[in-house]
């Protein structure tokens, strides 16, 4: 019985002894308390840790690439494309100003004449005001009628057989007239469609030398950073904008001008028609008496 008692004993502190260190690592310690906890420096970090900073004040500046340094750092064919466009888009520029001005002032003449004309003004009279120096196109028009009108009356009045030969005179003595006055106004035309036609290709070959240069400088210096592909992209991308800046207005006031000029060519051609059926009534009614 004590043996028993002893044995049981034994094992009650065999099982004690196990269960103590177990207990002892699941149980969790406790946080620091105190004020010690509270004013205790935090261990500094081991790790390397990255400061870097990106985006704003920390991204560098990149300055701007202006006209003149693109100009002087182009290549030389580059550079004869840069020039050839800015002459022709200066040229263009001053025929757009010279035309500009010039069918202002024909509309303006054309109205003052037109408005004398009508005023009821004999034709005799018109033609001694205009005859020597007509300063546009419709008084133009009228002193060559007016004039082939008065060389079918020098021998005297015309006979009746002979009065559609003089209608057709008259007329084509009209006809050329507008031809050569609208031919004078037509003039230097051609350039600005030859500019609006050409000047983007002409810029286009640029672009393409510009890249052509870029590869040849990562070809020479086998790197492809920006540094080196960026100044022939900027050349190629000048030289397209260049030949659009050339272009564009060459185009615009191209067609512009010969929507003018076609409007005021139907004006002469109506004046024309006008003009030339009074010469033939005046013509019946001479040849009546």
């Known amino acids: 019985m004590n ?18 260190p177990a207990s002892a690592q699941s149980t969790p310690s406790a946080a620091p308390t105190g004020q010690d906890a509270q004013t205790a420096p935090l261990a500094a970090p081991t790790a390397n840790v990255d400061v870097a900073q990106t985006g704003g004040s920390a991204t560098p500046d990149v300055g701007g690439i202006s006209v003149v340094s693109l100009f002087m750092r182009a290549d030389i064919i580059v550079k004869l494309v840069f020039v050839l466009l800015v002459l022709a888009s200066l040229w263009s520029w001053t025929i757009i100003i010279n035309k500009s001005i010039a069918i202002a002032s024909l509309k303006r003449r054309g109205d003052k004449f037109e408005k004398v004309f009508w005023s009821g003004i004999s034709l005799d009279e018109l033609y001694q005001q205009f005859s020597k120096s007509p300063d546009n196109p419709m008084p133009a028009v009228f002193v060559s009628a007016l004039r082939e009108w008065r060389r079918a009356f020098e021998g005297g009045a015309p006979r009746e057989a002979s009065l559609p030969a003089i209608r057709e005179r008259i007329d084509k003595a009209m006809t050329v007239t507008m031809l050569r006055e609208t031919d004078g106004i037509e003039k230097r035309l051609g350039f600005l469609a030859t500019v609006g036609a050409t000047a983007p290709f002409v810029g286009l070959f640029g672009t393409v030398w510009g890249i052509m240069n870029s590869f040849s400088a990562i070809a020479a210096r086998h790197d492809t950073t920006l540094a080196v592909v960026a100044p022939g992209i900027a050349e190629a991308l000048f030289a397209t904008a260049m030949g659009l800046l050339a272009a564009i207005p060459a185009v615009i006031f191209y067609n512009k001008f010969v ?13 024309s028609d006008e003009f030339s059926a009074i010469l033939s009534r005046q013509l019946d009614e001479k040849a009546a008496r």
């Open 3 to 20: 043996f028993t008692r002893w044995i049981a004993a034994a094992l009650t502190a065999l099982a004690l002894a196990l269960a103590a």
């Open 259 to 271: 929507n003018d000029i076609s409007r005021y060519t139907s004006r002469l051609e109506g004046f």
